[in-house]
C-alpha cells in the first residue's frame, strides 16, 4: 500500500507540473499571436531554478535589443569583482610645498576614482549636492593651505575619455539618461536647465538659469510654451561640447520649469565648482582652474612625486546597485563597468569592462549571439536573448552575491519601475524583477517567487510591437500572474 501510495502522489506531482507548465507555455502561445504583436520579435524564457527544467520558451535564444535589463549584467558582475562593500575613492594631492604664509607653491589636484555617488541626487538633499566639496575646503584649510599659487587640476584620466558607449543616439546624449560615464562624476553629470514658460501658446520659453552654472553654455533655445503637460522638450548636444539645442514643448505659465540635461564636461566643471568653494572660503587661487584632458600634454600627473591631503570615500557599492536597478539609473550602470575594468586591468573603459563581464561568466554563460556594447541598455546595438539572461540568474542564485543582487531588484506591485506591475494580481510581490524600455522595446528579466514554493527565474523580450507600452504590459502581466500561479 505504500508503494502505491507513493506512486500515486508522484503521478499527482507529475501532472500538476504538466498543468502548470501547459499553462504558461499556452500563456506565452496565446501572447505571441496578439494582433498588436504580428510584427514582434519575442524571446521568453522560464526556467525551475531547483530542477534546472524548463518551464516554457518561445525563441528562447533569439537575441534582441533588450534595454535597460542590460544592466543585470553590469550590477552583478560588479558585485561578483568588487563586492558589495567596495567604495570608489576620490583624492587629492598637492604638488608643492605650503610655505610658512599658508601659500601652496603650486596646484591642487583631484583625481577622479569613478565614483558614481558624489552631489547624487540620489544620495544628496536638494540643495546639499555640493556638501562633499565645502567639507574639502575645510579640511584644506586645516592643512595650512590658505592660498594657491598655482591652479585647481581635475583628473579623471584612470579612466576613458570617450564622452558615452558606441551605440548612443544623438537624440539621447544631451538629456540627462544620456550622460556619459566619467572618471570624475559631480550631480550624476547632470545640468538642469530652469526655463520660465509664456502665458501665450507657441511663444518660446526663456532660459533663466541652470544648475551648476556652466560658464561657456552657448543655448540655442527652440522650445516653446505648449497646453500640454509635463516635459516635452529634449536637449542636444555632444559630450565636451558646450554648444547646446533645445527642442520641443513645456506647459505654459510656469515661472520655473525644470528640464534635465547632461553636463558637458563633469571634469572641467569639478575645477569650477571647487575653485569657486575655495574663494568663498577665503582660499585664493592665483589662476584658472583646468581639466587634465585639456592639458595633459603640456603637464603631467606625476602623483609618486605628489602629496595625497584627502581621500574621500564614496558610498559603498551596493548602495549604488540597488539605486541603479531600483531606478534604472543609466549613468551608474555605466560607472560599474568603469569600475569593474578599473579593478580588472588598471584603466576603466567601457569595452573593458564588457570584457570583464564576458570572463566573469564565461564557465556559467554561453556568450553564443550575445553582444554587448553598453553597461545600461540604452544603446539599440546590444542583442541578448531570454536565454542568456536565465544563465546570468541561475548562475547568480548559486553565487554568495544573489541576496545582495536580489534586494536590488524592483518588487512588482511594491517598488521601482515595477510599482504598477501587477499590482493587486497573483504577481504582486512576488515577482522580483529588472524593465527595460526604449521606443518599441518592452523587456523584464528576474525572480519569481511562485505559489508552489518554487524559484523561477524568467527573461521576456518584446521588440516592435504595435500598440502602446501601456497595453503591452497589461498583456504581460497575464503571463507574468501566470508564472506566479505556477
Not at 99 to 119: A, E, F
Not at 169 to 190: I, K
Not at 305 to 316: D, S
Request: proline share 3%.
Amino acid at each position: 500500500m505504500k508503494i502505491i501510495r507513493s506512486f500515486l502522489i508522484t503521478i499527482v506531482i507529475l501532472v500538476q507540473f504538466a498543468i502548470g507548465q501547459n499553462s504558461i507555455q499556452n500563456e506565452i502561445n496565446n501572447f505571441s499571436k496578439k494582433e498588436s504583436l504580428i510584427n514582434a520579435s519575442i524571446s521568453f524564457l522560464a526556467i525551475d531554478l531547483e530542477s534546472k527544467n524548463t518551464i516554457a520558451e518561445f525563441n528562447a535564444v533569439t537575441s534582441l535589443p533588450s534595454a535597460s535589463t542590460v544592466k543585470l549584467f553590469s550590477t552583478a558582475t560588479a558585485l561578483k569583482i568588487l563586492g558589495p562593500n567596495y567604495q570608489p575613492s576620490t583624492k587629492i594631492y598637492i604638488d608643492g610645498e605650503i610655505d610658512t604664509q599658508g601659500v601652496l607653491k603650486g596646484n591642487l589636484w583631484i583625481r577622479g576614482g569613478g565614483d558614481p555617488s558624489l552631489g547624487s541626487r540620489f544620495f544628496n538633499e536638494k540643495g546639499k549636492e555640493s556638501e562633499s566639496i565645502y567639507n574639502w575646503v575645510d579640511s584644506i584649510k586645516n592643512k595650512g593651505i590658505l592660498e594657491i599659487e598655482g591652479k585647481v587640476i581635475v583628473d579623471g584620466s584612470d579612466f576613458s575619455y570617450q564622452g558615452v558607449p558606441d551605440g548612443w543616439t544623438w537624440s539621447d546624449m544631451g538629456n540627462y539618461y544620456g550622460a556619459g560615464p566619467s572618471g570624475l562624476v559631480l550631480f550624476d553629470n547632470m545640468l538642469e536647465y530652469h526655463f520660465k514658460t509664456s502665458e501665450a501658446v507657441g511663444e518660446k520659453t526663456t532660459l533663466s538659469s541652470t544648475f551648476p552654472h556652466v560658464e561657456k553654455l552657448e543655448f540655442d533655445n527652440q522650445i516653446t510654451s505648449s497646453v500640454k503637460t509635463g516635459d516635452n522638450s529634449y536637449i542636444y548636444g555632444a559630450p565636451y561640447s558646450y554648444s547646446r539645442f533645445g527642442i520641443g514643448s513645456l506647459p505654459v505659465k510656469r515661472n520655473d520649469f525644470i528640464v534635465k540635461g547632461s553636463l558637458p564636461d563633469p571634469e572641467m566643471q569639478m575645477a569650477l565648482e571647487m575653485t569657486k568653494a575655495l574663494h568663498e572660503k577665503g582660499v585664493a587661487v592665483k589662476n584658472q582652474p583646468s581639466s587634465y584632458r585639456v592639458i595633459q600634454d603640456s603637464l603631467k600627473n606625476d602623483y609618486t612625486n605628489f602629496k595625497e591631503i584627502i581621500n574621500h570615500k564614496g558610498l559603498p557599492i551596493n548602495e549604488v546597485i540597488e539605486k541603479t536597478n531600483l531606478k534604472s539609473i543609466n549613468l551608474f550602470a555605466e560607472q560599474l563597468l568603469f569600475l569593474i575594468s578599473k579593478e580588472e586591468k588598471g584603466f576603466g573603459s567601457t569595452q573593458s569592462g564588457i570584457e570583464v563581464i564576458e570572463k566573469c561568466w564565461e564557465s556559467s554563460i554561453d556568450f553564443s549571439g550575445l553582444n554587448l556594447t553598453d553597461g545600461s541598455g540604452l544603446s539599440r546595438s546590444n542583442a541578448v536573448s531570454a536565454s542568456h539572461f536565465c544563465q546570468l540568474l541561475s548562475s547568480i542564485y548559486n553565487s554568495d552575491i544573489f541576496e545582495d543582487f536580489e534586494k536590488s531588484l524592483p518588487v512588482a506591485g511594491c517598488s521601482g519601475t515595477l510599482s504598477n506591475v501587477c499590482k493587486n494580481q497573483l504577481g504582486h510581490g512576488k515577482i522580483k524583477a529588472k524593465s527595460g524600455t526604449l521606443n518599441r522595446v518592452k523587456a523584464y528579466t528576474g525572480y519569481v517567487d511562485s505559489k508552489s514554493g518554487n524559484k523561477i527565474a524568467f527573461a521576456l523580450i518584446v521588440n516592435n510591437y504595435n500598440c502602446s507600452s501601456y497595453q503591452l504590459v497589461k498583456y504581460m502581466e497575464n503571463l507574468f500572474n501566470k508564472l506566479a500561479e505556477y
